[in-house]
Every structure is written in structure tokens, then in C-alpha cells.
């Protein structure tokens, strides 16, 4: 609405049409030098896409089994056998749960801290929230083995007494719980800070008039927040989910640290060496690895490559329709 | 917790301790050698030049103490080891590009032609890193525990999955082991530690281990891992019931309890001396040369004190060197990784067992000839 105004405002500064003008030297540099970062950009993307394919090429030709639908990962030996069915379901799954558990908490501070706290706290919990960002993996992964895991032990205990007729809860419960629910769960604390940004944001751009009207026909806040807010920010807070999921995909130590890996396509989230994720597999295998397993790693990587390029796509689209309604 | 804590500080203290005193110089200064600051085990002269090395990463905590004692003492000596693991480290040596190579495994037939061809007459093999593979355990009320090798087996398979299995309480009559499921933990990552685990397994236990020997932990088998020796550790600490295994180094820093392991009739608990006797204990490896050390691991000797879960690693280097600098140099340095001081330093730094007296001559005989 507002944004469309600076645009008219800028006219007069231009000159007037048909009268050539003068480039200063300085204004040329500056022009190209952005473009050619602009295209550095997706020349750099193209580079990465074509280096996995090509280093992934001789160990998808020696590949005996089926590389998309084969679960077994053995890449070495006479007759290598990998495919990448297990790994994608395993990264898929630990992504999706970590934000099922980081949505609803991110989308309650986000409105906390732009609709319920004073605005003095609330700029300091912004600001703490984005500090969480600046965490190094390895350190979420170390309080993910050393603090989380003995208390969550006993959690999952009861998960499985009192919910195990569900079959994703079934036993035997592992000891220590190494499991993708543990690994899930760190993964949902570091895409927080990501997920709690964009939805905050979006959440502050709610028209004021909108929830002034609700206040008006006698809403209380959480009636306009429900009336106003939520729909207004509903596309925004998918795509930061969008966002948070294309961070968790690819979060590689944490996931290595906490998990014990393992190559089945299962649902049973309490039970340890059922699943692995892709990048985790990358860290653990790679330092070891002889010439055919980096290979076959690599063409892992650019399989985890396309599913995070697709749902960063998936998300940029979601965030550019949404301009397009509100505006 | 405290304890552990208490014991890292304890091996820190230990460590400078030995340093200080390795800095400190021998107790025989008298000689011609006052000039270099940590003097070189007796027998052992400094040659100059440059020694790249590489090869296998399971020697490199030991071959950095190596090097920086041994070029402390020796100033005019560079010594290069790049750690690419043992394939490339026998590649690179059979290619000329390194003097000394590094590996976890003897070369087959064709790379010992070619390792040959480069050396213009033989390449050897050294075992100078010996390191014990520990099976620890964490079972509350349980301090001590004999397994033999079927039991191992059986357990690391999950055919054996409660601790009061008959097959566990008949190596241990006087442990009260608790109704509990067995949780086996081995290393999520790629390493020679699982595989020569594994190798121990299948060769002592064809029957209750029925998988391929590789670094890798079989995939068939759902079961809990840890990233590296750590991770392990720490899988282990952290659940009751769990069962693992580990560089025996992590033994002693963790405070962790580790299996006697069934040699024969009687059972075994790990201890450098009962590593390093496996080597003595071992055959020569099939087709080796004359003077060539590579061993066969006997992991079935049924002889008394033996332990049978190790990783060797090797040092390959040639019996003669064109370059005559070249060849006194990695006389002088290998002869200090086999000296006393040079096995205690990779002992402190890296928890290896120091190989025994025997070995050691065998190893001082093959590079008499070197450098002349």
C-alpha cells in the first residue's frame, strides 16, 4: 500500500526522457559491478549443480542397484549397491517432525513478542531469538548428547507406557535414546530463531486498521488475533516454516552427534538405528571414504541438494503470492 | 563424573610431566650430543634432510608426538606425515612420492611388486603402532565380566539380547546379572577400529558372526552408534545395559569398565603387554619376504597372556634408499619410533601398547642394513 508510493516520488529526480545522459565513470563501475554478482550468483549455483553430477557420475554408472528406490548404502567392494530411499525418507522425516514441534512455538513467541509483551521486552526477545541463530551447530549437537538425552529418556519411557498402542511410539524405547525424535527435536530449537523471525515480522505488518476494527466490534485480543492476525500472516508463517525446514534438511553435526543411524523405512520414532539423514551420513562416512564411496556420497549430496532447492523455491513462491494479495 | 574429570587432569599432568622430563635431557649428557636440547634414546643419531610420510589416520595422534620429539631433538630434520589414509599412503609410496608410508593393512601382492619396483630392491613392513580394541560395558551392579568370543559375537549380532542369558551367565558364576536387554553400540562412522573388530569376530566366531569384514558396521543390523571413539563412549555412559567397543586408550581416561575376553580356556583382560604379545604370538603373513614383519593376526591363539582385539598399523619403508640421505634418515627416525622412549611417547599421546622386546629387535635388525 504505503510501499508503492516511493517509486512516484523518485519521477521528478529522473531526467526527462529523450535527453541522453552523461554517465559518470563511478555510476558504470557501480552498475556492472552488481550485475556481475548477480550473475556470480547463479553462475556459482549452476557451477555447484554440474559439480555433483559430474562427481557423482562414476559412481552412478558402477551402481548396481537402483539409485532412487534402493534402501541398501554399500558403495564399495566389487559390486557397489547404493540407493538413496532410506536416506531421503530419514532426512524428510526428521525435517517435517522438527517442524511440527518448532511451528507452534515459534508462531506463540512470534505474536508474543509483536501483539502480548511491552515493547521493551519485546525487542529484547527479538533480540535474544536471533542470538539463538548465531549458535554453532556442534554446540546444539553437544547439549542435544549431553543435557537433552538423559532427560528425555525417562519422557520417552512414558510416551511408550501410556501412548505405545500408538505404532509410532512402539517399543522397545533405546538406551540412550539415539533416536530421530531426540534428533528431531534439536533440530527444532535451531530452526526457531528462523521460524520466529520471518513469522514476527509478518505478524508486525498486519494492517493496523484491520485490528483496530476487530478491537471495535468488541473483539478481545485473542479474537483479533485470531480474526485479523493469524489469517492475514497465514502464508507468511508457511513460508518461514519453508524456511526452517530448508535449514533442518541440511543440518548435518547435530544430526550425527545425537543419532544412531540406521537404513529402514519405518515410522517407530522411540527406537534407535531406524533412520539417517543425508548430510549426516556425508559427515560420517567421507573421512574414511576411497574414491567410489565419495562418489556415491556425492551424488547423495546433490539428491539433498535438489530437495532444498525445491523447497526453497516452494517457500519463495509462497512469500511472492502473498505479496501479491495483500498489496 | 568428577573422577573422570579428576583422571583426564591426572593423564595432562602425566604428559607434561614426561615432556618436561624428555626436555629435561637423559641422565647421560656427558657425551658428544650437548647441543641439542631433548636428547634421542641411546643408538639413535640425528640425521638431517626433509621425511615426507603418509598414510594411515590411526597412527596420527602418534606420529604427531613422534615428529615434534623427534624434531625437537633433531633440529636439522623435518619430518611431514599426511594422514590420507592407508590405500592412498601405499599408493603414494609405490609412486615415489613419499619415503615412508603408513598402513593398517600388508600390501597384497601387486602393490608389494610395485612398492618393490620403487624401492629397487624391498619394501618391509614394521607393525611400530600397536592399539588395543577394548569391549567396554556399562551394567549397573556389574564391575567385572568374562565374555568369550562366541558370546561377543552373539551379543554384537543381537542373537544374544538379555544380560541373563545362559550363554553369559556360564562364563560368569558369581555375577548377578540383571534381567536386562543388551544394547550393542559400535561406531556410526567408517574406521579401522570396527574393522578389525569385526575381523577378530568372524575369524574366532564364523558361526555367531556371519558378516562381511569391512569398516563399516553392518547395515543389516539395527543398532545404537556413536561418532567415533568418543561418541561411543558416551552411548555407552549414557544408557544401562550397553555394550561397546573402543580404543582401550578411552578405558582408563572415562573411567569405563571393560570385558575379559576368552583366549583359550582362560579369560583375558586388556593390557599393553597382552596386546603387544600378539605379535610375538602371530605368524608372518603369507608371502612375505625374508625380514619382512608383517604378521597374520592370530586372533584363535589359544596361548596364555595374549590379548586378541588389536589394530596394527605398519610402517612401510624401503631396506635401501637411492638417495643415501634419504635412507639415514628414515633409519634414524623409525629407529626412534621403535625405541623404548619413542613407544612410551605414542603410549602417552595416543594410548598405543609398546610393542615388546622381541619385535623391537627384529625391527633395530632390518634397519641395521639401512643407510650404509
Redesign the interface.
Known sequence: MTTTQPPQTEQPAKPPPGRRTRRRPGDLVFENSARLSGVLILVILAAVAVFLLVQALPALSENQGNFLTDT???P?GDAPSFGVAALVFGTLLAAVLALVIATPVAVGIALFISHYAPRRLASLLGYVVDLLAAIPSVVYGLWG??WL??QIGPFFEGLNRYLGFIPIFAG?V???P?TILTASIVLAVMILPIVTAVAREVFLKTPTMHEEAALALGATRWEMIRMAVLPFGRSGVISAAMLGLGRALGETMAV??VL?????IDFFLL????HQTIAALIA??F????TLQVSALIAAGLVLFAITLVVNMAARYIVSRRKEFTE | MKLSKYGKFAGVALAGALALSACGGDPEPAGGGSASPAALPEGVECAPGTLNAGGATSQELAMNAWRSAYQSACPDATVNYDPTGSGAGRTNFADGAIALAGSDAVMDAEEQAAADERCGGQAVHLPLYISPIAVIFNLEGVDELNLSPEVIAGIFNQEITNWNDEAIAADNPDAELPDLEITPVNRSDESGTTENFVAYLSAVAPDAWPHEVSGDWPSELSSQSGQGSAGVVTTVQGGNGTIGYVDASQVAANDLSSARVGVGEEFVEFSPEAAAAIVDSSPAAEGVAEGDLAIELDYTTEEAGVYPIVLISYEIICTSYENAEEGALVQSFVSYLASEDGQQVAATEAGSAPISETTRENVMAVLEGLGA
Do not use: C, D, K, V
Open positions: 541398501e548404502w554399500a564399495s548428547i549431553t538425552m538423559p522397545p533405546a538406551s540412550p539415539r550425527a552427534m544412531s543411524p540406521g537404513l529402514l527406537q534407535a538405528g531406524h560420517l562416512q573421512p574414511e571414504a576411497s
